[in-house]
Nanobody, 121 residues
Framework: EVQLVESGGGLVQAGGSLRLSCAAS????????IAWFRQAPGKEREGISC????????HYADSVRGRFTISRDSAKRTAYLQMNSLEVEDTAAYYC??????????????WGQGTQVTVSS
C-alpha cells in the first residue's frame, strides 16, 4: 500500500524556519518524483516544489524560490522541504505528492494527510 506521511509542521513566527518531512512507503521511492503542495483556507491547492527522481533536479514556484529547499534521502525513503524566512502568507496545510504507476491501476495520484504550517506576525 502506497503511503506518504508528512510531519514537521507547526506554529512559527515570521522570519523563522521549519523543515517538513514526507516519509514514503509501498513503492520504489527512487523511481518517482516527489512534489510538495500547499492549500491555504479558501484557496486552491498549489504546487510549490518538486524534485526529480533520476537527476535530483528541483523546481520551485516563484512564491517560495530562494526561501524553500526540497531534497530527498533514498536511504530513509523520505523527502524534505526546508522552509526559511517564513512569511504569514506561507500559512497553509502542506501536502506531499507522488504519481505512482502500477500495471493494475495505471497512474494514480497519492497524497499525504497534510501537515499544518502557521506563521504568525
Amino acid at each position: 500500500e502506497v503511503q506518504l506521511v508528512e510531519s514537521g509542521g507547526g506554529l512559527v513566527q515570521a522570519g523563522g524556519s521549519l523543515r517538513l518531512s514526507c516519509a514514503a512507503s509501498g513503492f520504489t521511492f527512487d523511481n518517482y518524483n516527489i512534489a510538495w503542495f500547499r492549500q491555504a483556507p479558501g484557496k486552491e491547492r498549489e504546487g510549490i516544489s518538486c524534485i526529480n527522481s533520476s537527476d535530483r533536479s528541483t523546481h520551485y514556484a516563484d512564491s517560495v524560490r530562494g526561501r524553500f529547499t526540497i531534497s530527498r534521502d533514498s536511504a530513509k525513503r523520505t523527502a524534505y522541504l526546508q522552509m526559511n524566512s517564513l512569511e504569514v502568507e506561507d500559512t497553509a496545510a502542506y501536502y506531499c505528492h507522488a504519481n505512482i504507476y502500477t500495471r493494475s491501476r495505471g497512474s494514480v495520484d497519492y497524497w499525504g494527510q497534510g501537515t499544518q504550517v502557521t506563521v504568525s506576525s
